[in-house]
């Protein structure tokens, strides 16, 4: 069974700082992992996502993420943040070995607060 | 454009009646899922299909129920209603298998028991 930590629940920051919302994962086989990002009121959207190859991945609104396979994390960066980014922000996992639906795994969710 | 709709964004029922929840995806995807979110929480998946008339448990199906007769809808049942299942609900939609694919989200819908 897969499991996701995003050990910080909320990350306040001012508008153009760097920002780093952390997500470790435990798996005995190697995952798929995604970033996606709910406004309020809103469903979920993709930022990223990591399958294979290069493991720094760059994704939409000006967001990247590095995953790092033996601390077992994919932490996502932004080195400057505007307000509108605030929002909540959910890594998750899957299995390759999916037989049928890809299902996700999701962690708890990080609250970015971005104030001027 | 990807679309997933859920047919309400806010509801209220009461405690004990039967509570249909219905989402419509327009991309001829394979797969369909309902999530629940509930703060600190994060989502925990309820039932997934991964074709018509095909239903798996998540890991909370306890309380609730689906039914997938078109592929492009996918409904998820509260038997009877309970307070406790006052929470915010998810579908989303996927395509083909393998677990590469990302789950294309509704925007929610809020529903309250009283």
């Known amino acids: 069974a897969q499991s996701v930590t995003q050990l910080d629940s909320q990350v306040p920051v001012f508008e153009e700082a760097p920002v780093e919302l952390r997500c470790n994962y435990s798996?005995?086989?190697?995952?798929?992992l995604f970033w996606y990002v709910q406004y309020p009121n809103q469903g979920l959207q993709l930022l990223l996502k990591y399958l294979s190859g290069s493991t720094l991945v760059k994704g939409i609104n000006g967001f990247e993420a590095e995953f790092n396979k033996s601390q077992t994390s994919f932490h996502l960066r932004k080195p400057s943040v505007h307000i509108s980014d605030t929002a909540e922000y959910f890594c998750?996992?899957?299995?390759?070995?999916?037989?049928?639906?890809?299902?996700?795994?999701f962690g708890t969710g990080t609250r970015l607060q971005v104030t001027l | 454009d990807v679309k997933v709709t859920q047919s309400s964004r806010y509801l209220v029922k009461r405690t004990g009646e039967k509570v249909f929840l219905e989402c419509v995806q327009d991309?001829?995807?394979?797969?369909m899922f309902w999530y629940r979110q509930d703060p600190g929480l994060g989502l925990r998946l309820i039932y997934f299909s991964y074709d018509v008339k095909m239903k798996e448990k998540g890991d909370i199906p306890e309380g609730y129920s689906v039914s997938r007769e078109k592929k492009e809808r996918f409904s998820l049942i509260l038997e009877s209603a309970s307070t406790n299942q006052t929470s915010m609900y998810l579908c989303?939609?996927?395509?083909?298998?393998?677990?590469?694919?990302?789950?294309?989200f509704g925007d929610g819908t809020r529903l309250s028991i009283l």
């Open positions: 798996s005995s086989v190697s995952v798929y």
């Open positions: 998750a996992v899957s299995d390759p070995r999916t037989g049928t639906a890809s299902k996700l795994t």
């Open positions: 989303a939609s996927s395509p083909g298998t393998g677990g590469n694919q990302p789950q294309h």
């Open positions: 991309m001829d995807h394979e797969n």
